[in-house]
Structure formats: C-alpha cells, structure tokens
C-alpha cells in the first residue's frame, strides 16, 4: 500500500511556526500531525485518537532522541548512534521499527517492522513550496520534525484498525477481536 505524505506551514493566531503534515491514502485522511517548532510537540490524531508527543534530544557523546507523552513518561527512542547504513531504528511503547534513509533523495519513506521485510507502510512526501523534505539535510525543516513524523507513523501503526465480531462455534456468543495494522 502506498501513501501520500503532505505538508504545509501554519501560522495559527499566536504566530508560533508550525508544520501540518497529512498521511493520506486512496484520498482519505488517516493520520494529521500538527508540530510546534517552538514547542518541538506533535499533536496526533488518527479516527478519533489524539495524542500529545514531545521531543527531546538527550546526551553529548552519545546522543538519543526521546519522545514524551503528554502525561512525562516515556513513549519511545531514537538512537542515533546505532543507525548506520541506508536504515535507521526507532522503539516506541517498546516495539522497534526500521526506516529508510533514502527520502533525502527520492521523497520516499518506508517503515519496517524487520529490515529484510516488506515494508509495514510506505510513502511518498509532497511539501508546500516553502518547506522542502529533499532539502531536509540543509536545516529547512527542524531535524526533530523528521523523528516526530516517523513516531506518529509508528504510532498509527499500533492503533487498533477495527473490531470484528464473530462467533465461537462452541457456545455461539459473539467476541470481538481487535485487529491493528
């Protein structure tokens, strides 16, 4: 399945930058994330779920990124020290997850559950004309922009998609099993 990523700049009443960025697929809506460049936040929402993340970049030496949810606890991480070759990793609610590296280039994204795999989801990126992922590398968006969209990608990936109801063929009472994507 391939997605369309879209994003745009958004300057709300306060004035404070921030970045709207779109995961569509067949032209619905799946998942919206308003980052605060300021704040360094991102607001999720994926039917009907919303989330607050907040980013942090901890250590000198080794240096790792580390996502906070809106209650201070931990949510996930970015070792960026570990991330060698065309992949990267990140761990969120303590499932790990690959990325490619390759959107630089190309405009294309992938995240995988193992790096040998198909890829979980994979997208294309279409920015406005004053942001540019291509330019990602030349600071024109902020580098931990980049960590919070792959965490919210991680983040829809670990919603439950639908319940389906079926029936046990014993006893005829109806169960719901959860189904992610």
């Given at each position: 399945?391939?997605?369309?990523?879209?994003?745009?700049?958004?300057?709300?009443?306060?004035?404070?930058?921030?970045?709207?960025?779109?995961?569509?697929?067949?032209?619905?809506?799946?998942?919206?994330?308003?980052?605060?460049?300021?704040?360094?936040?991102?607001?999720?929402?994926?039917?009907?779920d919303?989330?607050?993340?907040?980013?942090?970049?901890?250590?000198?030496?080794?240096?790792?990124?580390?996502?906070?949810?809106?209650y201070?606890?931990?949510?996930?991480?970015?070792?960026?020290?570990?991330?060698?070759?065309?992949?990267?990793?990140?761990?969120?609610?303590?499932?790990?997850?690959?990325?490619?590296?390759?959107?630089?280039?190309?405009?294309?994204?992938?995240?995988?559950?193992?790096?040998?795999?198909?890829?979980?989801?994979?997208f294309?990126?279409?920015?406005?004309?004053?942001?540019?992922?291509?330019?990602?590398a030349?600071?024109?968006?902020?580098?931990?922009?980049?960590?919070?969209?792959?965490?919210?990608?991680?983040?829809?990936?670990?919603?439950?998609?639908?319940?389906?109801?079926?029936?046990?063929?014993?006893?005829?009472?109806?169960?719901?099993?959860?189904?992610?994507?």
């Open positions: 399945m391939e997605y369309q990523l879209t994003v745009e700049d958004v300057y709300p009443e306060g004035g404070r930058k921030q970045l709207l960025m779109h995961i569509a697929h067949q032209k619905t809506n799946i998942l919206t994330m308003v980052y605060d460049v300021l704040l360094h936040t991102a607001r999720l929402e994926s039917n009907g919303r989330r607050l993340f907040m980013v942090y970049q901890q250590g000198k030496r080794h240096p790792k990124i580390i996502f906070k949810n809106e201070g606890f931990d949510a996930g991480i970015i070792e960026t020290t570990n991330t060698g070759g065309e992949f990267g990793s990140l761990s969120f609610f303590e499932v790990t997850y690959f990325y490619n590296l390759s959107y630089k280039e190309d405009g294309f994204l992938a995240v995988y559950k193992n790096t040998n795999e198909k890829p979980l989801i994979s294309t990126m279409e920015v406005s004309a004053t942001t540019t992922l291509g330019n990602f030349s600071n024109r968006l902020p580098e931990d922009y980049f960590y919070c969209l792959l965490m919210g990608i991680c983040w829809y990936l670990q919603l439950p998609v639908k319940a389906a109801n079926y029936f046990t063929p014993d006893f005829n009472v109806p169960h719901t099993q959860t189904v992610y994507h």
